[in-house]
C-alpha cells in the first residue's frame, strides 16, 4: 500500500502548534505520558490473551523499552503490547477527536498557571502529542497482536501526517521522537541523557507494574559509553501491594495522578486490605478539588479494577456508590473472573460487598479527617459536600454515617459550620424540631421574612443552600427523635413559652382579623390557598409560605427543569397583625362599604410577599401600574 497524506482536523492542529510553541514549563511529562500510553497497550494485550486463547500473540516478556541515540537525537518508547491495526491508527492518532479536544483549548485559554495547564495533557487524552513540546518529527511503527502487517504514521505537527503498511513491525507500538537541540533556559532537557531518563521514569512511573526497561545503544551523560545492559528502571512493584511504611507520599500522590489526571496531590490516601475468604487491595484517593464537570452527565467515574494485578476495568463504576463518584484510585482483587463485564459486575456479590466496604472507609476517612484535621475537612465538605448530601436520598444503610460527617451553614455562627449533633445540643428549652430554609445563598436566606421571628426570639436555623438540599430533607425526616421543619412551610409557633397569655392575645387577634381574611381569601382566591395571620413575621407585612406537605417553588422548579410536569401549587398568605399596613387595612375593610380599592391593596401586599421571597408576581406590568399608581396618589 503507498504512502498516503492526511490533513488534521482544526481543532488538532490548533493542539499541535501548542504542544510545539510549548506552553508548558514542565516539558519532562511527555515521557510520562508516552510510558502510560505504553502500559495500557500491555494492560490490554494481557486481558485479550486471556480472554482470547486463539489470539497469536508473544505474552512470554511484555515490557517498555526506552531507547536514546545522541548522536541521531533520536529517543524510541517502544512496548510489545496490543499494538494498533492501519485503521485504528487513522482513528485514534489521526483525529482526536473524541479527546474533547475543544474542551481542552478552552480550559488551556483559561488556566492562570503553569501547573495547571500541565496538568490538562493527561486529562484530555492528548498525552501522545505532547511529544512535540520536545521533538520536530514524531514517527510511529505498530502492529496490532495477531496481524501480519503493521503500521508507520508520521508526522513533523504542521497540519498534516503519513500513513503506510510496513512488513516487518514487530507486534506492539514504537514511538520515535526526533528530538529539538536541548535548551536548558527553556526547561528543554537533554532526553538522550541516561541520567535524565532515570530521573523522568522514576519520578512519574516506577509505579508502572511492567519492568521498564533503558536499552543498550543509550549514552550515558558526558561519557560516551555504551550501556553493559538492558537496565530495569522501575519497581515494578503496585503501591497498593505494599506495605504503607515502604510507599512515600509522592509515590502515592503520582499514583493519584496517573489514575486521576489530576495535577494537584490528592487532599487524602485512603488504603484498605481485606483479608479471609475474599481479598481484596484498594488504595484510594479524595482530590483537592471538584472537577468542573462533575455534576455533568458525562462525569466518568469509577475506580480502575484490576484482578490479580491485571486491569480489567479503567472507570469500575460499580465499586462505589455515585454519591461517591469524585474518589479516585485503585481495586486489587484476587478471586474475580477476567472475562466480566460492567453488566456482570453490577449483580456480582463479591463487587457489592467491596462496595459496601469501600463506602464506609471512605465515609469513616472524612469523619476521621472531620475530628482530627478541621482545615482539611472544611476544604472537602466545601468542594464535595453537595455531593455527598445526593447519598441521603439512595443509600439509607449508611444514612447516619452521611450525616455524622455533614455540616451546615446556620445562623449560630457566620464563618463556622454546624453538625446537627451541635445544633441539638443547643436547642432552646421547648423547642422540639429542627429549623431550616433553603435557598439560593445565605444572603438571600437571611433577609427572608420566614426568618423574622427566628431571629428575634435567638433560634437557630440551617441554612441550606445547595439544589439537593431541597429534596434530603424530606427523606431524612428526623434526626435523633428531632424533627427536620422547614421555616417556610406549614405552622410555626415559637411562642413556646407565652402560656395562656399568648394563647389568648392570638384568639384575639383571630377573631378581630377573621373578617378580613375571609375576604382576602375571597380576593385572591385564584393565587392562594388561604390568608392566615403570621407568627413568623415581626418587620414585614406579609410572607406566603407552602402548606407543610407541598412542594416548595424551587422543587417545584427542579422537577420541571427535568422534564417532570408538576402542576401549580397554591400558597398560603400570612399577614403579620402587628404591623402598620396590615392594621390599616384592616380597619379600612371593617369601615368601608367600597372596598374596590382595598382589593388593589390586596394585590399589592400579595405581589409585596412574592417579591420578598425571589418569586415574581402573576401579573408583573399589572403590579409595577398598581405601584406606580399608589406612589403617584402619595404624593398628592
Known amino acids: 500500500m503507498p504512502t498516503e497524506t492526511f490533513e488534521f482536523q482544526v481543532e488538532a492542529r490548533q493542539l499541535l502548534q501548542l504542544m510545539i510553541h510549548s506552553v508548558y514549563s514542565n516539558k519532562d511529562v511527555f515521557l510520562r505520558e508516552l510510558v502510560s500510553n505504553a502500559s495500557d497497550a500491555l494492560d490490554k494485550l494481557r486481558l485479550a490473551a ?11 516478556d511484555l515490557h517498555i523499552e526506552i531507547e536514546a541515540d545522541p548522536d541521531a537525537r533520536t529517543l524510541t518508547v517502544r512496548d510489545n503490547g496490543i499494538g494498533m491495526s492501519y485503521d485504528e491508527v487513522g482513528k485514534l492518532i489521526g483525529t482526536i477527536a473524541n479527546s474533547g479536544t475543544a474542551e481542552f483549548l478552552k480550559e488551556l485559554e483559561e488556566a492562570k498557571d503553569a501547573a495547571g495547564a500541565e496538568g490538562l495533557i493527561g486529562q484530555f487524552g492528548v498525552g501522545f502529542y505532547s511529544g512535540f513540546m520536545v521533538a520536530d518529527e514524531m514517527t510511529l511503527v505498530t502492529r496490532r497482536a495477531g496481524e501480519s502487517k503493521g503500521t508507520r504514521w508520521s508526522s513533523r505537527g504542521e497540519g498534516t501526517y503519513t500513513l503506510e503498511s510496513v512488513e516487518d513491525a514487530p507486534q506492539g507500538t514504537a514511538v520515535t521522537l526526533h528530538l529539538k537541540p536541548a535548551d536548558p533556559e527553556n526547561q528543554l532537557h537533554d532526553y538522550t541523557s541516561t541520567w535524565t531518563i532515570k530521573e523522568i521514569v522514576k519520578r512519574y512511573s516506577d ?20 550501556t553493559p545492559g538492558p537496565e530495569t528502571l522501575n519497581s515494578m512493584k503496585a ?6 511504611d515502604e510507599v512515600s507520599d509522592d509515590e502515592y500522590h503520582e499514583l493519584y495522578k496517573h489514575v486521576s489526571h489530576d495535577w494537584r496531590d490528592p487532599l487524602e490516601t485512603i488504603r484498605l486490605q481485606a483479608e479471609g475468604t475474599f481479598e481484596y487491595q484498594a488504595l484510594l484517593f479524595l482530590p483537592e478539588h471538584a472537577p468542573h464537570d462533575l455534576f455533568t452527565r458525562d462525569f466518568r467515574r469509577g475506580l480502575q479494577l484490576y484482578v490479580k494485578r491485571v486491569l480489567i476495568m479503567d472507570d469500575c463504576e460499580a465499586l462505589l456508590p455515585p454519591y461517591l463518584r469524585f474518589v479516585k484510585g485503585v481495586v486489587d482483587a484476587q478471586d474475580l473472573s477476567l472475562n466480566v463485564s460492567r453488566e456482570i459486575l453490577q449483580q456480582d456479590r463479591h463487587i457489592r460487598m467491596i462496595q459496601r466496604r ?35 436520598l439512595g443509600d439509607a444503610d449508611n444514612r447516619d454515617a452521611i450525616l455524622a460527617v455533614a455540616s451546615f451553614a446556620s445562623t449560630h455562627s457566620a464563618d463556622e459550620p454546624t453538625t446537627l449533633q451541635q445544633y441539638v445540643e443547643r436547642m432552646k428549652d421547648g423547642q422540639d424540631d429542627i429549623y431550616y430554609m433553603t435557598g ?11 426568618m423574622e421571628a427566628f431571629r428575634a426570639r435567638g433560634v437557630e436555623v440551617l441554612l441550606l443552600t445547595d439544589p439537593v438540599d431541597e429534596v434530603w430533607v424530606d427523606a431524612v425526616g428526623e434526626f435523633d427523635g428531632k424533627r427536620l421543619r422547614s421555616v417556610a412551610k406549614g405552622e410555626i409557633d415559637l411562642d413556646v413559652q407565652g402560656g395562656e397569655q399568648a394563647e389568648g392575645e392570638r384568639e384575639k387577634q383571630a377573631e378581630e382579623y377573621a373578617g378580613l381574611l375571609g375576604w382576602m381569601k375571597e380576593q385572591l382566591g385564584e393565587d392562594v390557598k388561604d390568608v392566615r395571620l403570621s407568627t413568623r413575621l415581626t418587620v414585614s407585612p406579609a410572607c406566603v409560605v407552602s402548606d407543610a406537605h407541598d412542594l416548595t417553588p424551587a422543587l417545584e422548579n427542579m ?22 399596613l396590615v392594621r390599616s387595612l384592616n380597619e379600612a375593610y371593617q369601615e368601608r362599604e367600597d372596598r374596590t380599592e382595598l382589593v388593589e391593596t390586596a394585590e399589592l401586599l400579595h405581589g409585596l410577599a412574592v417579591l420578598a421571597e425571589g418569586g415574581q408576581p402573576k401579573e408583573p406590568a399589572r403590579f409595577v401600574k398598581l405601584v406606580a399608581e399608589r406612589l403617584e396618589h402619595g404624593l398628592h
Open 207 to 226: 509505579f508502572i507494574t511492567w519492568p521498564i526497561r533503558l536499552v543498550p545503544g543509550t549514552k550515558g551523560e558526558g561519557e560516551g559509553e555504551e
Open 239 to 244: 503501591l497498593w501491594a505494599r506495605s504503607r
Open 559 to 580: 422537577y420541571r427543569a427535568m422534564g417532570q410536569e408538576v402542576p401549580p401549587t397554591k400558597r398560603i398568605l400570612e399577614l403579620n397583625p402587628a404591623h402598620a
Open 50 to 60: 486471556l480472554r482470547q486463547d486463539g489470539l497469536d500473540a508473544d505474552t512470554s
Open 440 to 450: 439560593e445563598s445565605r444572603q438571600a436566606i437571611e433577609n427572608s421574612p420566614h
Open 358 to 392: 469501600l463506602t464506609k472507609k471512605v465515609l469513616a476517612s472524612v469523619k476521621e479527617m472531620k475530628t482530627a484535621d478541621s482545615a482539611k475537612y472544611a476544604t472537602f465538605w466545601r468542594e464535595f459536600g453537595a455531593v455527598v448530601k445526593e447519598g441521603l
